[in-house]
């Protein structure tokens, strides 16, 4: 028989033997009802003792408990969540920067373009440039 078919096979024996009459007069007798009741409280003391001395052993012996493992790493995942948004806001600002270094950049060109063209205009208005003396800049001495 194979593991899972033997557990089927045993809880269904067990399963039909506690629902024959002598087993349900056994169960509702209340003797029977507090030493069950006994046992299974014996059982959670008992764990709950063991796990009281593992733990001060093991703090005793500086190692790590089952408490502290769950706390890091719950601290982990804390930190992992942290570090998701921060990239995320990293590559946002990056977004921003690039964005506004070509607003820039275009903002540059325009007042350049802008301060040429005025320039231009200048000397269109103003005629050829004059030196010291009046005379044109260029012109034969």
Do not use: C, Y
Not at 56 to 84: F, K, M, Q, Y
Not at 124 to 137: A, D, N, T
Request: proline residues 1%; without cysteine.
């Amino acid at each position: 028989m194979k593991h899972d078919s033997w557990k089927d096979f045993a809880a269904r024996k067990v399963g039909s033997a506690l629902a024959s009459d002598a087993a349900m007069k056994v169960l509702n007798d209340p003797r029977v009802q507090t030493a069950m009741l006994r046992a299974l409280n014996a059982r959670g003391e008992l764990r709950g003792a063991v796990e009281r001395r593992v733990s001060s052993l093991a703090t005793a012996l500086d190692l790590a408990t089952h408490d502290d493992v769950a706390g890091l790493r719950r601290t982990i995942r804390n930190l992992e969540d942290t570090l998701e948004e921060l990239r995320g806001e990293l590559e946002e600002a990056q977004d921003s920067a690039a964005r506004a270094q070509a607003t820039a950049q275009a903002t540059a060109a325009t007042v350049a373009a802008s301060s040429e063209a005025a320039a231009t205009a200048a000397t269109e208005q103003l005629g050829p440039s004059k030196g010291r003396r009046g005379r044109k800049v260029g012109a034969a001495e």
